[in-house]
C-alpha cells in the first residue's frame, strides 16, 4: 500500500476509535449504564479487529503518519462553545460514523473484503446513537 493510503487509514482508525471511546465514556460514567458501555467497548475492538484484516503492520501505519506537514492541521475548528453531555456525545459520534465511512470507502483499495466489516461497524454506531439519544 502506498503511504498517502495508509496516512487516511490510519487517520480514520485513530479518529473512529477515539471518537467511540469518548462516547463510551459518556456511557459509562455519565449515563453510568453498563450494558451500553459494553457495546461501545466491543464496538472499539471490532474496529481494531476490522484494521488487522488489511495484513498492514500497525508500526508501517504510523511510519507513514505525517501530523506536523498535514495540510488539513492548521483547519482545526477549535470549538469554543460549551458543550453538554449531549453535544458532546453526538459530535464524537458523527466523527466515529464520518471515519468509519472513510475506512469503508479506502477498504475498497486498501482490502476490499474487509469493506462489509466497516460496514457494519457504521451501522452499528447509527443503531448505538438511536439508542443513546433517547437516554439523553
Given at each position: 500500500?502506498?503511504?498517502?493510503l495508509l496516512r487516511?487509514?490510519?487517520?480514520?482508525?485513530?479518529?473512529?476509535?477515539?471518537?467511540?471511546?469518548?462516547?463510551?465514556?459518556?456511557?459509562?460514567?455519565?449515563?453510568?449504564?453498563?450494558?451500553?458501555?459494553?457495546?461501545?467497548?466491543?464496538?472499539?475492538?471490532?474496529?481494531?479487529?476490522?484494521l488487522l484484516g488489511?495484513?498492514?503492520?500497525?508500526?508501517?501505519?504510523?511510519?507513514?503518519r505525517n501530523s506536523?506537514?498535514?495540510?488539513?492541521?492548521?483547519?482545526?475548528?477549535?470549538?469554543?462553545?460549551?458543550?453538554?453531555?449531549?453535544?458532546?456525545?453526538?459530535?464524537?459520534?458523527?466523527?466515529?460514523?464520518?471515519?468509519?465511512?472513510?475506512?469503508?470507502?479506502?477498504?475498497?483499495?486498501?482490502?476490499?473484503?474487509?469493506?462489509?466489516?466497516?460496514?457494519?461497524?457504521?451501522?452499528?454506531?447509527?443503531?448505538?446513537?438511536?439508542?443513546?439519544?433517547?437516554?439523553?
Amino acid at each position: 500500500m502506498n503511504r498517502e493510503l495508509l496516512r487516511v487509514i490510519d487517520a480514520n482508525y485513530n479518529r473512529a476509535k477515539e471518537a467511540i471511546r469518548v462516547a463510551e465514556d459518556i456511557a459509562r460514567f455519565y449515563l453510568r449504564d453498563a450494558s451500553l458501555t459494553a457495546r461501545f467497548k466491543r464496538l472499539r475492538h471490532d474496529l481494531t479487529k476490522a484494521l488487522l484484516g488489511f495484513k498492514v503492520p500497525y508500526r508501517d501505519l504510523v511510519k507513514a503518519r505525517n501530523s506536523r506537514e498535514d495540510v488539513g492541521r492548521s483547519g482545526l475548528i477549535r470549538d469554543k462553545k460549551r458543550l453538554g453531555w449531549k453535544d458532546l456525545f453526538l459530535s464524537n459520534l458523527k466523527r466515529a460514523q464520518e471515519a468509519s465511512r472513510v475506512l469503508e470507502e479506502f477498504s475498497k483499495i486498501a482490502g476490499p473484503k474487509k469493506t462489509a466489516s466497516f460496514q457494519r461497524l457504521r451501522f452499528r454506531l447509527y443503531e448505538l446513537e438511536r439508542e443513546v439519544i433517547q437516554k439523553l
